[in-house]
């Protein structure tokens, strides 16, 4: 099974990702790392840091001549903006910072001050901050590198932002690089010009959207997953998965919500039977059901709330003088929707690829990859 682990603050020196179980022989280079990074820095919407990052990286440990050794694979993201910060965020004694004291709602100021009884929300927000999404986008990179040896793709677009509704194409395994070319990640162009538009009203209003982002996965084989356990349903380890992006707060699987209104007789994909094995006509389930795949493209959604950083702030109390106060502000984006798109697909490959490794093992991409067309022909001949 896959694991991975990620270290460092928002304005301190570098995040660091940590990736336990890739066999060995996968293709790995910095510059996929870097273009997958400089993918989740795009999107309308996000604030001047974006212009200021640049995700200088470094491949640490774990690869050799561009190929995986089988060990952890470390990887370094630079933060180019430490300079600046090195006295506030100094790891020995005795750099000066002025305490934030007036935690914003909705983020994790106040519960992390309670959790870790600190009177500054700095010891809180600078690992809460969705920064760390970028060594995130690092693992999500390997685990789509593994999952391309078994031919399984995945892509996200932006469904929703604030109140404007996509009702145009959904994207295939070969139009990732369409959806990256729109400025809010929307293949429907009548909505990309309202969700821009929206965006640049909020902007001028001081204010923030949230949003509907979509994540589709193509090629995976029927029976990734399990019945067996409550903790090894895929749709609950996707659903995990998307909850734990920052400002994400609701997931659905297929039709979701929407198929909750449904009769049963209308809310099933019906199953028959050709020359190329068990087929569906509808796509209700999301691929999957029992908490296995069924080898339709799977469907999930993730809603992202608008960003809890405000340049108008919220009312709060100051934590020390327990008086009312305006929350504090640091820089934030008016809309990340964009980016929580490519987040999103960095979670699901991952989910994705750490199932796929349980289930067919191998110590290197050939054994990886052989057990799975061994399956697929078992499945074809079924």
């Not at 989740?40 to 050794?69: A, C, F, K, N, P």
């Not at 994540?215 to 996707?238: E, M």
């Not at 509808?282 to 340049?311: D, F, N, W």
Request: glycine share 12%; with cysteine.
């Amino acid at each position: 099974m896959l694991r991975f682990l990620t270290a460092g603050e928002s304005h301190g020196p570098g995040l660091v990702t940590i990736v336990e179980g890739l066999p060995a022989g996968l293709g790995v280079s910095a510059e996929a790392l870097a273009a997958e990074l400089a993918r989740r820095r795009w999107g309308h919407g996000r604030s001047e840091r974006m212009s200021v990052e640049d995700d200088q990286l470094e491949i640490l440990g774990g690869v050799r001549l561009g190929q995986t050794l089988g060990g952890p694979v470390a990887v370094l993201v630079r933060n180019r903006e430490w300079p600046g910060w090195q006295e506030r965020m100094a790891p020995a004694p005795g750099g000066e910072s002025t305490p934030l004291t007036t935690p914003r709602p909705g983020h994790a100021d106040l519960p992390g001050m309670l959790k870790y009884d600190t009177h500054d929300a700095r010891d809180v927000l600078e690992r809460a901050s969705a920064r760390e999404t970028a060594a995130r986008t690092v693992a999500g990179r390997l685990a789509k590198a593994l999952l391309a040896e078994a031919a399984v793709t995945v892509v996200a677009h932006v469904v929703a932002i604030g109140e404007v509704r996509a009702v145009g194409p959904t994207p295939g395994p070969g139009d990732l690089a369409r959806v990256d070319a729109s400025p809010v990640r929307c293949l429907d162009p009548v909505a990309e010009a309202a969700m821009v538009a929206e965006i640049d009203r909020a902007r001028a209003e001081q204010d923030t959207l949230g949003g509907v982002v979509e994540v589709i996965a193509y090629g995976l084989p029927a029976g990734v997953g399990s019945h067996a356990h409550w903790d090894r349903r895929l749709d609950g380890l996707l659903a995990a998965a998307l909850m734990s992006v920052p400002a994400v707060k609701g997931v659905e699987v297929g039709d979701g919500f929407a198929g909750a209104s449904r009769r049963g007789s209308t809310a099933h994909d019906e199953i028959a039977f050709g020359r190329e094995g068990f087929s569906r006509d509808s796509a209700h389930a999301g691929g999957i059901e029992g908490g296995m795949s069924t080898g339709q493209p799977i469907r999930v959604r993730a809603a992202m709330k608008p960003l809890s950083t405000l340049s108008h702030p919220l009312r709060s109390v100051d934590v020390v003088t327990k008086e009312p106060a305006e929350a504090l502000r640091e820089r934030s984006d008016t809309c990340a929707v964009p980016a929580a798109a490519v987040v999103g697909e960095q979670m699901v490959a991952w989910v994705l690829a750490d199932e796929m490794v349980r289930m067919f093992g191998g110590d290197t991409v050939g054994d990886f990859r052989a057990a799975v067309e061994a399956y697929r022909e078992r499945l074809a001949r079924f």
